[in-house]
């Protein structure tokens, strides 16, 4: 009889979740809002936007040149990059507060291991190996020339940005922007020197459709509020995307983290499950995109298109790509599986 009676209850619950989707907004799941395209167009992003994760990092070590290179030359619409600074000041790429998960800090620092990236000079990361790594953990798309590759700076990432025959635009994030005071008009100031933030200096940039807009070259994605209040005040006109967590989502409701996004930034980029058409139509209510990350199964994909998701934050672009018709001719990249 428990049993019976506890059957009943998640049964009853069951009901009354499928109730409250549809009357929280059941309508947007039959009828997407259309909305997305137009505003990103606004901003001059292209659409659907397809963002390259730390570059193609499915098969090729994260934040590494061959990552980006090989998103670069698929034709993703920008290369997505974390961006630290040494204790010597210069700007690099990288994700992780340590070095221990992705380079061989191990055998060349074994008493540093748990110093955080931005404690270790330029010339100190230089030594170390931040390929091997990945054939070691994924040895089907293991390459010898991912052996030794070198940390990447802000400045080699414009550069492999600008060297191929398309030519994506860069979402830089500020990673932990709390520990590296100034970080932001430093990131702004690179890319003055390197005359990124001037759109006529390259026409191979995706074409906006519907807008007369010229193509967003750069994005600030970050998860700090004050740092995207700094790219606010330094650069207003460039877009800027706040980034949630699902533990962040769960602290408040979406209609407060979009209130916080009014007075900060252009869009919201979230979890893939957490993208209910029902949160874009009110992001689209307020003129914000959505972006969700990191989607990489064709299932999801295919959900997301449904949706009629604005963008897609991946870490194997060839798969949206595909699903999009929009992967080019290249026979030197193999079919690749949708699990590493």
Do not use: C
């Given at each position: 009889m428990r049993k019976m009676k506890t059957k009943i209850i998640i049964s009853s619950s069951i009901v009354l979740i499928i109730i409250f989707v549809f009357l929280k907004g059941g309508y947007y799941l039959i009828n997407p809002d259309l909305r997305g395209e137009d505003i990103l167009s606004q901003q001059g992003i292209s659409t659907p936007t397809v963002i390259a994760?730390?570059?193609?990092?499915?098969?090729?070590?994260?934040?590494?040149?061959?990552?980006?290179?090989?998103?670069?030359?698929?034709?993703?619409?920008?290369?997505?990059?974390?961006?630290?600074?040494?204790?010597?000041?210069?700007?690099?790429?990288?994700?992780?507060?340590?070095?221990?998960?992705?380079?061989?800090i191990d055998e060349v620092y074994p008493e540093q291991t748990q110093k955080e990236v931005g404690e270790f000079t330029y010339e100190e990361l230089k030594k170390l190996d931040?390929?091997?790594?990945?054939?070691?953990?994924?040895?089907?798309?293991?390459?010898?020339?991912?052996?030794?590759?070198?940390?990447?700076k802000l400045k080699d990432l414009i550069h492999i940005a600008r060297e191929g025959n398309h030519t994506p635009g860069l979402i830089l994030e500020s990673k932990h922007?709390?520990?590296?005071?100034?970080?932001?008009?430093?990131?702004?100031?690179?890319?003055?020197?390197?005359?990124?933030?001037?759109?006529?200096?390259?026409?191979?940039?995706?074409?906006?459709?519907?807008?007369?807009?010229?193509?967003?070259?750069?994005?600030?994605?970050?998860?700090?509020?004050?740092?995207?209040?700094?790219?606010?005040?330094?650069?207003?006109?460039?877009?800027?995307?706040?980034?949630?967590?699902?533990?962040?989502?769960?602290?408040?409701?979406?209609?407060?983290?979009?209130?916080?996004?009014?007075?900060?930034?252009?869009?919201?980029?979230?979890?893939g499950f957490m993208i209910?058409?029902?949160?874009?139509?009110?992001?689209?209510?307020?003129?914000?995109?959505?972006?969700?990350?990191?989607?990489?199964?064709?299932?999801?994909?295919?959900?997301?298109?449904n949706f009629q998701s604005s963008g897609y934050i991946t870490d194997h672009p060839k798969l949206v790509l595909s699903f999009l018709e929009r992967l080019p001719d290249l026979p030197e990249f193999t079919e690749l599986t949708e699990n590493r």
């Open positions: 994760h730390r570059g193609f990092s499915l098969i090729a070590p994260e934040s590494t040149r061959p990552a980006y290179e090989k998103a670069r030359d698929i034709g993703v619409d920008y290369l997505e990059a974390d961006v630290q600074r040494t204790s010597d000041g210069e700007l690099i790429i990288f994700h992780d507060e340590t070095l221990t998960r992705s380079s061989n931040f390929g091997s790594w990945f054939n070691d953990k994924y040895p089907h798309y293991a390459s010898l020339d991912y052996r030794g590759l070198n940390i990447l922007p709390e520990k590296y005071p100034g970080i932001e008009k430093e990131i702004v100031q690179v890319l003055k020197e390197e005359n990124w933030l001037n759109n006529k200096e390259i026409n191979d940039f995706p074409k906006v459709s519907n807008s007369d807009e010229t193509f967003a070259k750069t994005i600030f994605f970050s998860y700090s509020k004050n740092s995207l209040q700094e790219f606010k005040n330094i650069k207003p006109e460039i877009p800027r995307l706040l980034l949630i967590t699902d533990t962040m989502i769960s602290q408040r409701s979406w209609d407060s983290w979009l209130d916080t996004a009014d007075k900060l930034a252009d869009g919201l980029g979230v979890k209910w058409p029902w949160h874009r139509a009110a992001a689209h209510e307020r003129k914000k995109f959505v972006f969700p990350y990191t989607i990489n199964k064709l299932w999801k994909i295919n959900i997301l298109a």
